[in-house]
């Protein structure tokens, strides 16, 4: 699991630019899948018709980024946020381009921290004008920043893009495990979550599922004054209870929670108030669909460097087993 999460922070996709990634995400389960395919948001969905009930996973691909939107005469480049960044978080950071390039974010003098926002940002990429930015750079184009993924002890990993890289790594194990026992099964790596939810609703649309359970990161809450949040590292996955997007069916809550019991996990529950995931978009998606969540807790979610416990991802993989194969059962 560890191998799998650091190789999938590899990739760079920001949302609306998750392509080259989803292609990476959907050859890592083909083999056990009946057909694969990018849909026209740019999800990525696997597709395996079976026994049961049709259960849909759902982990989203992209993550948080800026986009270029001008290029100043000195070939400094000015930007907007894509998803939820805070401006301070970006001061010093490299940043690269799905293009490949590379850049430092710097900040106008003389500006309060209470006064920051992008309009006193730009990004440095040694160009010295705007025509040799527009040899490599173009509006639009989006990047991320770039952060090494680290191994903090035997069970802990830090880095970029653990949101939600470490939800998909626990997608793809369920998804394979599931589709070769035969079960009826589908798994959609989410695009433009980071921006509303987008890809979701849309794929819950054209799949139909008879339930989805969307896994994606939930903030501990075990950092000094942290805000007050009952989730804590290495304590297991999280069932959801609520967020801001949507608040769980009893249905599908107690059946996660009996399932946890039944494969001898200890579990969280999630009460995320002001929490916006997939979640939302897919129970309102057709005529409403039953969904359910099951995160893994992490440290410092939306900032450039997260912090997870493998262990929470195992435990959610052995959740999500139980609960495909005894949904719908008597």
């Given amino acids: 699991m560890k191998d799998l999460i650091i190789k999938l922070t590899q990739a760079i996709a920001p949302s609306g630019a998750e392509k080259d990634f989803q292609n990476t995400l959907l050859n890592l389960v083909k083999d056990v899948a009946d057909e694969i395919f990018i849909d026209k948001l740019g999800n990525g969905i696997a597709r395996k018709h079976g026994d049961g009930p049709h259960i849909m996973l759902a982990a989203h691909a992209d993550e948080n980024g800026v986009m270029v939107i001008d290029v100043d005469d000195k070939g400094y480049l000015r930007i907007i946020t894509v998803g939820d960044v805070s401006p301070a978080s970006?001061?010093?950071?490299?940043?690269?381009?799905?293009?490949?390039?590379?850049?430092?974010?710097?900040?106008?003098?003389?500006?309060?921290?209470?006064?920051?926002?992008?309009?006193?940002?730009?990004?440095?990429i040694a160009a010295d004008s705007r025509a040799a930015a527009a040899e490599r750079v173009f509006i639009g184009l989006e990047g991320v920043v770039t952060e090494e993924v680290v191994s903090l002890d035997e069970h802990r990993l830090a880095g970029r893009a653990l949101d939600n890289r470490v939800g998909c790594a626990i997608a793809i194990n369920a998804f394979q495990k599931a589709a070769s026992e035969g079960k009826n099964v589908s798994l959609v790596f989410s695009s433009q979550s980071e921006v509303g939810g987008r890809g979701a609703k849309t794929a819950a649309y054209q799949l139909m599922p008879d339930l989805a359970i969307v896994i994606d990161a939930v903030p501990a809450g075990d950092m000094p004054e942290a805000h007050r949040m009952e989730i804590a590292l290495g304590q297991g996955p999280a069932i959801k209870i609520m967020?801001?997007?949507?608040?769980?069916?009893?249905?599908?809550?107690?059946?996660?929670?009996?399932?946890?019991?039944?494969?001898?996990?200890?579990?969280?529950?999630?009460?995320?108030?002001?929490?916006?995931?997939?979640?939302?978009?897919?129970?309102?998606?057709?005529?409403?669909?039953?969904?359910?969540?099951?995160?893994?807790p992490a440290r410092y979610v939306g900032g450039p460097s997260t912090i997870v416990d493998v262990r929470d991802a195992e435990a959610a993989v052995q959740v999500l087993d139980e609960a495909i194969r005894s949904f719908g059962q008597a």
């Fill in 90 to 124: 970006l001061i010093g950071r490299h940043i690269r381009f799905t293009n490949g390039v590379t850049g430092v974010v710097g900040v106008e003098k003389d500006v309060k921290l209470q006064d920051l926002s992008t309009d006193n940002l730009y990004i440095d």
């Fill in 243 to 296: 967020d801001k997007t949507a608040i769980v069916p009893l249905r599908v809550k107690d059946h996660l929670i009996d399932c946890a019991k039944r494969v001898g996990v200890d579990v969280q529950y999630e009460v995320w108030a002001k929490g916006t995931t997939d979640t939302g978009s897919i129970q309102l998606s057709v005529d409403g669909i039953l969904v359910g969540g099951l995160s893994y």
